[in-house]
């Protein structure tokens, strides 16, 4: 009888060991010199014609993806779904109605799979030589440019849907006004 609840508990502990490795899950997390703050060329367009005008130094302020279990989700899309600026009386919110997909580094917008020991990075805040002031890395709505405009420190909210479970991450930007010492870190989600 001992035996057979021996191997009871044995196979009942196998099973949810199995069932950890194989069920899609992710880690998100921000590392500074690991791929946090990724200083590379951009290529700048003219906004009327979309003809290029040439490239420019630029940071951007990236989140890493990785897959926690061996078979990772099918499809994975990140959003913002908060930015806030920090003052020194009353914090603002950026008028965000609907979480704004965020691009996947060097892939876009759509929803993308996440492998086994296979990061992936998301663009979320750009700064560069040539930009004004801090920027998302996608068309926005024209009052978020006003909103990063001006230096400040902002609280960014960042969610990961992978395979219908929701991931969040925070970061705490801040941005001085020269785009080569912007700082970011990761700071707990409320």
């Not at 998100?28 to 009327?48: E, I, N, P, W």
């Not at 420019?56 to 926690?68: C, G, H, M, P, Q």
Request: proline share 7%; hydrophobic share 45%.
């Amino acid at each position: 009888m001992l035996g057979f609840a021996g191997l009871f508990w044995w196979m009942l502990e196998y099973a949810v060991q199995l069932r950890r490795r194989l069920t899609p899950n992710v880690k998100l997390s921000f590392v500074s010199g690991a791929g946090g703050l990724s200083r590379t060329k951009q290529q700048l367009y003219d906004s009327k014609t979309a003809e290029p005008m040439g490239k420019t130094d630029a940071v951007y302020v990236r989140i890493k993806v990785e897959s926690l279990s061996e078979i990772g989700p099918k499809v994975c899309a990140p959003f913002l779904v908060r930015l806030e600026r920090l003052g020194a009386t009353e914090p603002q919110i950026a008028d965000l109605h609907d979480g704004l997909q965020l691009p996947w580094a060097f892939n876009g917008v759509a929803g993308l799979p996440v492998h086994f020991k296979v990061p992936r990075f998301i663009d979320v805040l750009v700064v560069g030589e040539r930009i004004q002031g801090l920027a998302l890395p996608i068309p926005s709505p024209n009052s978020l440019g006003d909103f990063l405009e001006t230096p400040g420190t902002f609280l960014v909210d960042v969610n990961v849907v992978a395979d219908g479970v929701t991931k969040p991450i925070r970061l705490k930007v801040v941005w001085t006004g020269d785009w080569r010492t912007i700082h970011a870190e990761e700071i707990a989600s409320q």
